[in-house]
């Protein structure tokens, strides 16, 4: 088994909810940017930015991520 990396359905979840990175940044509290490199996969989301994208979309973390290997 390989390392187990961050897999993620953000982006459509997202664009599922009508929204642009920039309202749901705001509704995180975060920047665009962040929403950006999450999307890509540049960056891994800490716990408590996983719980409020999740909480800004109305989903669980589950919902949002999982782990690919």
Known sequence: M???RLGS???E???AAGLTQAE???RAGVSRK???TVENGIFVPSTLLALALAR???TTV?????LTD
């Open 62 to 66: 589950e919902g949002l991520f999982y």
């Open 34 to 36: 962040t929403i950006n």
């Open 13 to 15: 979840a997202r664009t």
């Open 2 to 4: 390989g390392d187990p």
């Open 56 to 58: 800004a979309l109305g």
């Open 9 to 11: 359905r953000l982006k």
């Open 24 to 26: 749901l940044a705001e």
